[in-house]
């Protein structure tokens, strides 16, 4: 018996540290969190040996161009010097890295333990078709290509020295500053991604655009990012904001961007499992979500679902026609 619950143990752990490499790519970010933390060490490195820099020095430390001339696009301008490379990295690391790891654990769980679903699955009795299946990876695969251009470009644009809020010494800001921003920040996301999840669930834009989501009604991880490119767009530029718009420490944002990836493949994973964070709800309330419709509209908490009455109550009847996310009562 204490063999087979270390081994469980072991397979958490590993499921643990490959959904959170997945999660990495999720949304095409590898390269732009590869670079932000780059900086972020170098930074550190170069204070620690008393060496003196300025956002600028840390922003354009290549003078020259990697691709020869006819490979450059002369009408973006310097601070997309080399943009094809860059895309095209970020559109090779993260579907490698996604097809890679999401795939070992579709194998392990989906496969391998598919003769016991009530020991690991939030939705025991329940698998996408083969079809839905087939589907969630090519959508994901549209959109996490999409997604990775757009991370390809932002990549670009702050190497070459483009305008972003960012900063990477914690000095410019101090650490009461880096504390506020930072849980403000994931306040900020968490907060915009409730609100328009809401919105998305409102009649017509469900009907026209989030229904697509909804398709996979015991979703596996690779639904996480499978939906209607407008949704996409919008939940990308929800994310990209902060870096535009207020001063906030890169290594910060980018955990809050893993953060919100790394549950954010969780919670579409139908895998059942629980945080020790207590503000983080088990990944049963997002798939909850899928399997009752309009309800649990958070991700991250249940603050905004707890403060608008939008969690599943087992005593009130939903489904895809019962708007509104507070259910019928039942009769």
């Known amino acids: 018996m204490r063999e087979h619950t270390f081994g469980k143990r072991t397979a958490a752990i590993a499921a643990t540290v490959v959904i959170a490499a997945a999660a990495c790519a999720l949304n095409g970010d590898t390269f732009l969190i590869a670079l932000l933390l780059g900086r972020s060490f170098i930074t550190l490195k170069e204070l620690n040996s008393s060496v003196v820099l300025d956002m600028n020095s840390l922003l354009t430390t290549r003078q020259n161009s990697i691709l020869p001339d006819y490979l450059q696009i002369p009408l973006l301008g310097s601070r997309m010097t080399d943009v094809l490379l860059f895309v095209y990295v970020s559109i090779v690391t993260s579907l490698s890295v996604f097809y890679t790891i999401g795939g070992f654990l579709h194998v392990c769980y989906y496969h391998l333990q598919r003769h016991v679903p009530y020991e690991w699955k939030c939705q025991p009795k329940r698998f996408l078709t083969d079809a839905n299946h087939r589907h969630e990876v090519l959508v994901g695969t549209l959109n996490m290509t999409m997604n990775a251009v757009i991370s390809g470009l932002l990549t670009t644009n702050i190497y070459n020295g483009g305008y972003t809020t960012l900063y990477f010494n914690i000095a410019d800001w101090g650490y009461l ?88 493949m969780l919670d579409h994973s139908g895998i059942m499992m629980d945080s020790w964070l207590p503000w983080q709800p088990p990944t049963k309330f997002h798939d909850d979500h899928h399997k009752y419709f309009h309800c649990n509209f958070g991700f991250n908490t249940f603050a905004f679902d707890q403060f608008h009455d939008t969690i599943r109550k087992k005593d009130r009847q939903y489904g895809e026609s019962l708007f509104g996310g507070h259910g019928k009562k039942q009769t």
């Not at 979703?219 to 902060?242: D, G, K, R």
């Not at 207020?246 to 790394?262: C, E, F, G, R, T």
Request: charged letters at 10%; aromatic letters at 18%; one cysteine or more.
């Open 177 to 264: 500053y880096l504390i506020l921003s930072t849980v403000g920040t994931f306040v900020y996301v968490e907060a915009a991604s409730y609100y328009m999840h809401r919105f998305c669930h409102v009649p017509l834009i469900y009907k026209r655009i989030h229904k697509h989501h909804h398709r996979y009604h015991s979703p596996t991880a690779f639904a996480a990012v499978a939906m209607h490119p407008v949704e996409v767009l919008a939940y990308q530029s929800l994310l990209i904001l902060p870096m535009f718009i207020i001063p906030i420490h890169a290594a910060a944002y980018v955990s809050i961007l893993l953060y919100d990836y790394y549950f954010g």
